[in-house]
């Protein structure tokens, strides 16, 4: 118990110091340093924080301190880990997102529909990337038995 609370309060400060750093203007595509350009879709996660802790590495976010998990496949991901869709999790988060959600990032309803949606979208789309390059199996025909 208290190194989780030792590991809440390390994140905590560690969001507070970061969280001074300047934040690209709206609409603007961010040079993240790796020579890749910020997809404008991530514009709302680099404004609210998220991206001190989270890269999300499908929109070209770069976390500043990377201890959270990548949120490129977090409309699915979030199910795997905690058992809710994404929307239940960010109307009630649990561990380390419940204190951020609660202390320092707080989000309106709105930036929670506006996350979700680009979220979801993103999750679809490298779905699909996915789905063009994974081989598909031959249909299957009828069983054939072989006697021994």
Avoid: W
């Avoid at 949120?71 to 880990?81: H, P």
């Avoid at 419940?98 to 707080?106: F, K, Q, V």
């Avoid at 249909?139 to 054939?144: A, D, E, F, S």
Wanted: glycine share 8%.
């Amino acid at each position: 118990m208290k190194a989780a609370l030792a590991l809440c309060l390390g994140l905590a400060t560690a969001f507070a110091i970061g969280s001074r750093a300047p934040r690209p203007a709206a609409g603007v595509a961010a040079d993240t340093g790796r020579g890749a350009r910020l997809d404008p879709r991530a514009q709302i996660f680099v404004q609210r924080g998220c991206t001190e802790c989270h890269a999300i590495s499908g929109l070209g976010a770069v976390a500043a301190k990377d201890v959270g998990p990548d949120l490129t496949f977090a409309y699915a991901d979030v199910v795997n880990r905690y058992g809710v869709n994404l929307e239940s999790f960010l109307q009630d988060p649990s561990g380390v997102m419940r204190l951020m959600l609660a202390s320092h990032l707080h989000l309106s309803m709105a930036d929670r529909d506006s996350m979700l949606h680009v979220l979801k979208g993103l999750y679809e789309e490298r779905r699909a990337d996915m789905d063009e390059v994974i081989p598909s199996l031959p249909p299957l025909g009828p069983r054939v038995h072989v006697k021994r």
